[in-house]
């Protein structure tokens, strides 16, 4: 926020996701450290475990000068080290049988029938130029292993990695990974016939690492032109050891929330036996953050037409702290760690300091009648709840700010998954940004317009409510439909021209935007000496979000406004909150049997329940009742300033003003008469005045402007036949890419001619759920419709 010079300043955001790729130099100044500058980031779901467990044995005469061995190595060693002209070495070949060392295979369960498998290296690997020259182990023992690794479904990178002890003999604190040949190898064309490449295997010719350099990021320049092309992660994660590879104690497997406890191992094994890396199996992760923390340094030629843009997130001065949590979907054990708790004898204890200040969530479970659960009542959302209020699993424990993606499974309410459905933390619906159009596949198609203008009208897939409990959700909107954030700078291959950005959206968008701005507002409300905590920036977003003209269960409070928070929190524009006391208390009552037949201790708490204050909340829910009942509660109005302020309060209703329906017949593969090509088709199109002329809306409106004066949302079905929606002349079945989908333009007839042509069109909104029914929503037509053709 320029007016307030608000970036997100000293908040850390949990990002709880696939991982976190910091190769973007968009997003690497925003990797959260400790006080000694170490790297924060958690693997709760074991996958970044790096074995370097195979040693080899210099031996140094008492002058400290490397000597070749003469005699038979020590047994605990896997091999020597040895110098000729041509260099120092580690000894792989072994006389020609060649070195077996353990690799921890990071794609376990998913591929693999075991969590450790065998590798033979047959090569030598260079350490040094002569015996005066070579890289130092203070104990002379130098420890190998290998990386393998890789984004789900795509090429593995299999990565050599040396570790030593480059000071204090036996404290091992440095790696060097030999970036070049790694990727001299995930280039290779395994396609073409007679494909060679030369691997130099090489450390000498690569950076070393150590925790706390500020240069754990593990990127290669391949062409030396000054940008990287290649990453392999970032080193020093904290791993859980899942699967007791290191400690030999495996994690206890919970049926409902995975991994509950275990060994949390170190980022660098003091020994050298190994050590963590956090990567992005998915790259879904790398553009949750870099959504919120871009600076937009870089540019990229996004339209393809030589024009570069800049991409800044909402808080580019935020830290993040990954959590991989997806691969298995240990996202309970990446809360609490991220709450401030760790787990001692498989118990949880809070340790007096949350590690974040706010969890952020791109995900959730929408297919939740197979989980045998009740959103919001379900363990998931339980322990989302208990996160989110102070004083709740520890008197000292102040609670944390942790937002959701509310899901993509709408438009039908009651579609709001778990956890999202936790009536303590704050969900995130979905709204369009049309800057998509034009970009990639997406580009000279003629059903999506043909410029980028419109924006902030509720998606269709947006998750509605209410929850099962019977309150009002998603709390708040931002937009998913769509943007680009910064991405890995990882290549395909040698010669790609693909530049480092990605197009991002869903309600896996909507929740970090949101995190980001509750960030902004901490940071304000610490600079003004406000005291906050998660209820009171819940309260704060909702009441300053700009009203969208939908229902609640479709929108909650509106549209996130950070300038209206902000001006709140300074006291300007006359902006207030407002809030009740009965919600909290209504909504606690419900799910204290929830709680109570809850075995908590199965997840390593004696102390799980809520505390006894009460906490104000800005939505409202009156609770479960039976016909007859009532019920009151009192309403605050909090005036930030000592000036007077007029507030007027009038009930109102969205009500339908009037109906209309038409029927026809779609006619299949019209082209388009700019973009006349083979497989390019056109929509059918139908003029709302067409519409209007077979209705009875002729009394409100009239054919130069079809929309009612007093209307303030249009809302558009589609409906079809279930056996058309079942298209038996598709090759796969329920094809969901061959349904039927709703869009709405402005038309602006730029010849005269009475023909729609797609450049003459801006896409407005789309519809294109899985289904036989799809919504559309305009917020205020008559301002967003500009020309009513």
Known sequence: MQQYNA??????????????????????HSLARDELNYPMMLDPDGQGIILTNAT????????????????????????????????????????????????YNSFYPQFGNSIIFNGTISDDMKI??????????????????????????????????????????????????????????????????????KYDFDFTD???????????????DSDNDGK??????????????????????STIIHDSLNAINGTLLPPLDSDGNFFGVMTDFMGHGTSSAASITSR??????????????????????????????????DTVYGWLWSAGFENTDNHWKFSGKPKVDIISNSWGISNFPLSNTSPGMDVLSLILSMLSTPHSLDDDYPGVTIISSAGNSGHGYGT???????????????????????????????RFGNNTIHYDHVVDFSSRGPSSIGDPKPDIMSIGAHGFTPSSILKSDKDSKDESFSLFGGTSMAAPLVSGSAAILMEEMKNESQDYDSFTIKNILMSTATDLQNDPFTQGSGLSNIKSALDYVHGNNGIFIVYNDASYDN??????????????????????????????????????????????????????TNETLTISINPNTLSLIEKTQFDGITTVQQQDSILNETGIYIPNYVKLSDIQENSTLNHLSSEENPIPDASSLMILNLIFPFNQFMNNTSEVYADDLKISSLYIYDWLDNNNDTKTSSDELSMINRAGSWGTVQELRISEPKENLMVYH
Not at 228 to 249: E, H, P, R
Not at 607 to 623: E, H, I, R
């Open 206 to 220: 690569e950076t070393p690492i150590t925790l706390g350099s500020g240069n754990e990021f593990l990127v290669f």
């Open 128 to 197: 040094g130029n002569s015996h005066h020259d070579y890289i130092k182990s203070a104990s002379g023992v130098y420890h190998f292993g290998v990386m393998y690794q890789g984004e789900f479904l795509s090429k593995i990178q299999i990565i050599p990695v040396l570790v030593v002890d480059s000071t204090i003999a036996g404290l091992y604190d440095t790696i060097i990974p030999d970036l070049s040949t790694s990727w001299t190898d995930y280039v290779l064309d395994d396609f073409k016939p007679n494909s060679k490449s």
């Open 587 to 640: 909504l606690q009552e419900i799910l204290t049997p929830a709680l109570t037949n809850l075995n908590s201790t199965t997840i390593g708490f004696e102390k799980f329940n809520f505390p006894s204050k009460s906490f104000p909340m800005t939505s409202w829910f009156a609770g479960q009742l039976l016909p007859g009942d009532s019920v009151t509660s009192t309403f605050t109005i909090k005036n930030p």
């Open 296 to 329: 937009g340094q870089e540019s990229y030629d996004i339209y393809n037409n030589t024009k570069k843009y800049s991409i800044i997130g909402v808080a580019p001065n935020a830290k993040i702290l990954p959590v991989k949590a997806l691969w298995l979907g």
């Open 228 to 249: 990287n092309d290649y990453s392999a992660g970032t080193f020093g994660a904290q791993v859980l050891d899942v699967y007791g590879v290191i400690k030999n104690n």
């Open 7 to 28: 970036s997100g300043n000293d908040i850390v955001i949990a990002i709880v996701d696939t991982g976190v790729d910091f190769s973007n130099p968009d997003i690497q």
């Open 416 to 446: 709001i998954g778990l956890p999202n459905a936790s009536p303590f933390g704050i969900s995130v619906g979905a709204t369009t940004n049309n800057v998509f159009v034009g970009y990639g596949p997406f580009k000279d198609q003629p």
């Open 56 to 103: 080899f044995t210099a031996f140094l005469n008492e002058r400290g000068t490397l000597k070749n061995y003469e005699k038979e190595i020590p047994g605990n060693m896997t091999s020597s080290v040895y110098f000729t002209r041509d260099g120092v070495f580690l000894d792989m070949s072994q006389g020609g049988n060649g070195t077996t060392i353990h690799v």
